[in-house]
């Protein structure tokens, strides 16, 4: 990466604010239209259609769609010479039935993973796809004087595609989003119902955590639940399981150098109170901030259950599943950015984000290029926001008058970091 001394003010900046704040009615109309249409996971249809409109009429120089299903992604090449900066918005909602009172409340219905779901951006994904619409409005307007070019990336399936479908970042990667031309670094941003509008969090190095899903089998001997030594009870091996996996984090891993979680979501095993059954089922998440405490934490579970499977004479079957790599913003980009950061948002507003144990798959953005991810404040003036309903409760209300800030600061972080790396 080339060399990162803290960034100066682009010659932009000024022109910037006044076109964002002339933008900003039209950007809280298309968050409101994308909020009453939300669509899952890799059917994205209408809102990749919306965006591939929006930036052909924009006059981008390239429009590619359908990457990764329904991805779409646009560059804007400056008047002037210089670097590339990638811009990454996520487009997807969830299967969440909404309960927000509000006029353009979604009502919209869907399929997912064979059932039939209430659909709804309980993410904020509708504010990021608006904001990113926005910043590509903002940039073309002032391509005259814009040195490199801005790739603006609209992923799909962030929030993990349908069950047997590929989808999100890795797929966008693998199909090339970030090739031809390579960017130098990415810039992305999530609303936050944890933060008041007008403020943004910023963390260098690890901030958000791999996320890993676990299936653990224990295979007993079916029996009659009158006689149980005439079999193998996989529930009180189960049930002994659930507590060995207590021990992983609280005893193995050195947490004052970095945090983990380890949760079971699902146990299942059984059909009758008077027969104990052949096998029980666990699912469940691992949480880590560091990839080598990844690859620890995946191999003491997996000992650990057949161990005390095999001593209780059970069998045991652990499949883990690697998900999203560990959010990591690049320390000498974090480091170079925060001038522009304290500048856009003033010192107030600008605070330095806890780490949280969610996971994003822009972290595979981040595996490839130096990237830098924040937090947007959403929550009203006024209301806690250590109480507001969180990121994909049926209750998350965004307050549209932090959208501004998003576009601001997406936009400078960009013509600052390119023209910085211009000079
Ligand atoms: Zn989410
Ligand atoms: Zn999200």
Redesign the pocket.
């Given at each position: 990466m080339p060399d990162l001394t803290p960034v100066t003010a682009s010659s932009m900046a000024a022109l910037i604010d006044q076109h964002a704040a002339a933008l900003e009615a039209q950007v809280i109309a298309w968050r409101r239209d994308l909020h009453q249409h939300p669509e899952l996971g890799n059917r994205e249809f209408r809102t990749a259609g919306i965006v591939a409109d929006h930036l052909r009429a924009l006059g981008l120089d390239e429009v590619r769609t359908g990457v990764a299903h329904t991805g779409v992604v646009g560059l804007l090449k400056g008047a002037l010479p210089g670097p590339v900066v990638a811009l990454r918005a996520d487009m997807d909602g969830?299967p969440v039935t909404e309960e927000v009172d509000l006029p353009f409340a979604s009502k919209a219905r869907g399929q997912w993973n064979g059932e039939e779901v209430g659909v709804m951006h309980?993410?904020?994904?509708d504010c990021h796809v608006a904001i990113l619409m926005g910043v590509a409005q903002v940039l073309a307007g002032l391509r005259g004087q814009l040195r490199g070019s801005v790739k603006f990336i609209f992923q799909p399936a962030?929030?993990m595609p349908p069950a047997g479908e590929d989808g999100g970042a890795k797929m966008m990667v693998a199909e090339g989003a970030l090739e031809k031309p390579v960017p130098q670094a990415i810039f992305g941003l999530?609303v936050s119902s944890r933060q008041t509008v007008g403020t943004v969090g910023y963390r260098p190095g690890p901030t958000m955590a791999s996320s890993d899903y676990m299936k653990i089998t224990v295979h007993g001997s079916q029996t009659h639940g009158a006689a149980p030594w005439l079999g193998v009870d996989p529930i009180v091996t189960a049930a002994q399981v659930v507590l060995g996996l207590q021990t992983v984090v609280a005893r193995g891993i050195d947490i004052t150098e970095e945090p983990a979680v380890v949760s079971l979501g699902i146990i299942r095993g059984g059909v009758r109170e008077n027969i104990i059954p052949e096998s029980v089922e666990m699912r469940g998440t691992i949480r880590t901030f560091n990839e080598a405490m990844r690859d620890d934490i995946h191999e003491r579970v997996t000992t650990l259950a057949e161990s005390i499977s095999r001593g209780s004479r059970a069998g045991c079957t652990v499949c883990i599943t690697k998900n999203y790599p560990v959010t990591i913003n690049d320390p000498a980009l974090t480091e170079a950015m925060l001038p522009t950061l304290r500048r856009v948002v003033g010192s107030e507003g600008l605070r330095l984000a806890p780490k949280v144990t969610?996971s994003e798959d822009f972290s595979f953005f981040q595996r490839v290029v130096p990237g830098l991810f924040v937090f947007l404040g959403v929550s009203a003036p006024g209301v806690d926001a250590k109480k507001a309903a969180p990121?994909?409760s049926p209750r998350f209300r965004v307050d549209e008058s932090g959208l501004l800030l998003g576009v601001r600061t997406l936009a400078h972080l960009s013509c600052d970091y390119l023209e910085s790396q211009a000079r």
């Open positions: 969830l309980a993410c904020g994904h962030e929030e999530h969610g990121n994909h």
